[in-house]
């Protein structure tokens, strides 16, 4: 069973950072790309940064030159780092994998349960 589990969430104050992980564990074979996600509340999920499994990255256009992503990937581990936090940062980040696992034979995208990520004014 593959599991994807995010850490480093929390409260924060207009222009502070805070680093994301996403851990992936589990019956894995190989993984393809990693990204993050957010949703904010009344609001659908949005593609934030996405990171290939050789190190190319995007960013959605409200975060470039703020947020940087990362990976290691001999630990299967996404990181988002988030610098000079906006309000409107504020939203529930949630890691994703395109991922093979074992016994399956075509890539699948697994999701990890979320993390709240809260910017005051």
């Known amino acids: 069973q593959v599991q994807l589990v995010e850490s480093g969430g929390g409260l924060v104050q207009t222009g502070g950072s805070l680093r994301l992980s996403c851990a992936a564990s589990?019956?894995?074979?190989?993984?393809?790309?990693m990204g993050w996600s957010r949703q904010a509340p009344g609001k659908q999920r949005e593609l934030v940064a996405v990171?290939?499994?050789?190190?190319?990255?995007n960013y959605a256009d409200s975060v470039k030159g703020r947020f940087s992503i990362s990976r290691d990937n001999a630990k299967k581990t996404v990181f988002l780092q988030m610098n000079s936090l906006k309000p409107e940062d504020t939203a529930v980040y949630y890691c994703?994998?395109?991922?093979?696992?074992?016994?399956?034979?075509?890539?699948?995208?697994?999701w990890g349960p979320g993390t709240q990520v809260t910017v005051s004014s």
């Open positions: 990171i290939t499994s050789g190190g190319s990255t």
């Open positions: 589990g019956s894995i074979f190989s993984i393809n790309d």
């Open positions: 994703n994998a395109d991922l093979i696992a074992y016994g399956r034979r075509a890539y699948e995208k697994y």
